[in-house]
């Protein structure tokens, strides 16, 4: 099986204000760089045979340190980008849980934005990257840095929750990662072991909260 270590993307000044932050292309901030370098320090001990990435610049840009680090390039791939947030785009949260309070909460991690794209989507487009990187590196150990609603419904995937139920999880942190043991079979993924290394005592804690 190849060994995916999932990485969220560092800080931004929108995850600061609390802004949906979907497709568009915001930098890292300071601490965002901050938390890029830790997560290097963090994997330093682990053999990675490559690094990619969404092609958004504030998961390139956490992808760095890791690909330097081991000499290689780090591969952009937009089916790994966040969930396109529709009208929601650059929204502070209060105001669409305000405006859209059906759709905000728990619902969110399930129903579509407006003008945006569906949670079915982005895990479709995303299992279509993952699937690309497990034929391309079996048996290896790949880095994937990418964004909070992405990881969640990669991680929904492997441990058989369906829409609904990925709500129950808890999201990881900027810089979290999340390591997953992923092998294909007859066109199919198939998943191993799932691992956090961002402080949380299980594989994946439900959070009442989300």
């Known amino acids: 099986m190849t060994t995916i270590l999932l990485i969220r993307h560092g800080s931004t000044e929108w995850n600061d204000k609390r802004l949906a932050q979907g497709h568009a292309d915001i930098p890292l901030n300071d601490r965002g760089r901050r938390e890029a370098t830790k997560t290097a320090a963090s994997l330093s001990g682990r053999d990675i045979d490559a690094v990619y990435a969404s092609d958004l610049s504030r998961a390139v840009e956490t992808a760095r340190p890791l690909a330097a680090a081991r000499g290689v390039d780090v591969t952009a791939d937009p089916d790994l980008r966040e969930i396109d947030q529709g009208v929601w785009e650059g929204m502070p949260a209060d105001e669409i849980e305000r405006r859209w309070p059906e759709l905000w909460g728990r619902a969110r991690h399930y129903h579509a934005r407006p003008g945006g794209e569906t949670p079915q989507e982005v895990r479709a487009r995303a299992l279509r990257a993952l699937g690309r990187i497990v034929e391309a590196h079996p048996d290896g150990t ?11 419904w990669l991680v929904a995937e492997a441990m058989g929750y369906d829409d609904r139920e990925s709500a129950r999880l808890r999201g990881v942190s900027n810089g979290g990662v999340v390591e997953l043991e992923v092998g294909a079979r007859d066109g199919l993924l198939t998943w191993g072991d799932i691992k956090r290394h961002d402080g949380a005592t299980t594989a994946m804690e439900d959070d009442p909260n989300q």
């Not at 790949?142 to 969640?152: D, E, F, I, L, N």
């Open 142 to 152: 790949v880095a994937v840095v990418s964004h909070g609603g992405t990881m969640r």
